[in-house]
């Protein structure tokens, strides 16, 4: 049975309990994309199978994920699936 969202924010509050601590977090499948206003949604699920959602500033979000940035995205993913 899926956790549902809002019971998981205390689970990851009682995991974190550091202020510092980095969160990592991995997004599985990415089934959602949303572009509204300033913001840039991806939804999809964590390495647990639980739903998870992130937000990015519009501005930011492209000034990094640039035509360089893709490319380099591409050539490290053929890498990956030659060396299997």
Known sequence: ?????????????E???????????????????Q???NEVYLRGTDEYGQDFQICFD?????EWIDSEHLEY???????HIKTK
């Open 1 to 13: 049975m899926k956790t549902k969202e809002h019971e998981v924010a205390p689970i990851i509050k």
């Open 15 to 33: 995991i974190f309990k550091e202020k510092n601590e980095l969160i990592h977090k991995r997004m599985n499948d990415i089934n959602t994309f």
């Open 35 to 37: 572009a509204c206003e």
């Open 58 to 62: 519009s501005y930011n979000f492209l």
């Open 73 to 79: 995205i591409k050539k490290q993913l053929i890498k």
